[in-house]
């Protein structure tokens, strides 16, 4: 079966799969990115819990380092930190839905594609 003797429906299935591991894969990436800053976090904070009360603290500030108090800058980062772990539960949802999509649209083309060639028959060979 050539791509032009696709059936409609199943060319709109495999676009919609097609779609979906799109979709997945950029949650992937945007779960990485999310893990990358909680070890990133998890090292500022391991730092700054090195540092004395009286070490001078430094935060960035866009494209400039402001100095700033210990506890403020360890409040900040602990509140960042929690925020990536709720954005990467949220994805780690989406993602679970999406594999579950994809399974189930998977299910379905797999069907349709049986079906499709059970409706065809053998092919007759002409001499």
């Not at 003797?5 to 990115?33: D, H, M, N, W």
């Not at 990358?36 to 070490?55: F, Q």
């Amino acid at each position: 079966m050539s791509i032009d003797e696709v059936p409609p429906g199943i060319k709109e299935q495999l676009a919609r799969y097609e779609q979906l591991q799109q979709t997945l894969q950029s949650f992937l990436v945007q779960k990485q990115q999310i893990e990358v800053e909680i070890v990133e976090i998890d090292k500022a904070l391991s730092e700054l819990n090195k540092a004395n009360e009286k070490s001078k603290v430094y935060k960035s500030a866009g494209t400039v380092m402001i100095s700033s108090n210990k506890e403020d800058v360890e409040k900040e980062l602990n509140e960042s930190k929690e925020l990536a772990k709720t954005k990467l539960t949220v994805l780690d949802k989406q993602e679970n839905r999406i594999k579950e999509n994809i399974k189930e649209l998977q299910t379905k083309l797999d069907q349709s594609i049986k079906n499709q060639s059970a409706n065809q028959g053998p092919e007759i060979k002409r001499e």
